[in-house]
């Protein structure tokens, strides 16, 4: 069973850092392209960074500069390094596991992310 659990957020200050985390269980980490998404109040979800098995990353444009993501692979587990975070950075924030082999998709359950200003 696949299953992403995630950790880390809470309620910041403008300008201050988080750090969630997405562990995985259930899939062959090491192959599996790991995301990070959001949604923000009365917005569609979006990508805020990926990472490949290989470990080749993307960020969103707004993001850019601000947050890092990045992987243990033995620890089966995604990292979002959250900097200089701003009030348009709240939102509930998703892990995404996508197979690069058989590109089957697992969302994790989210977790709040509030910056107060």
């Known amino acids: 069973q696949v299953q992403l659990v995630e950790s880390g957020g809470g309620l910041v200050q403008a300008g201050g850092s988080l750090r969630p985390s997405c562990a995985a269980s259930g899939i062959a980490f090491a192959f599996t392209t790991m995301g990070w998404y959001r949604q923000g109040p009365g917005k569609q979800r979006e990508l805020v960074a990926k990472?490949?098995?290989?470990?080749?990353?993307n960020y969103a444009d707004s993001v850019k500069g601000r947050f890092t993501i990045s992987r243990d692979n033995a620890k089966n587990t995604v990292y979002l390094q959250l900097h200089s975070l701003k009030p348009e950075d709240t939102a509930v924030y998703y892990c995404n596991a996508d197979s690069e082999v058989t590109h089957y998709s697992q969302w994790g359950q989210g977790t709040q992310v509030t910056v107060s200003s």
């Open positions: 990472i490949t098995s290989g470990g080749s990353t």
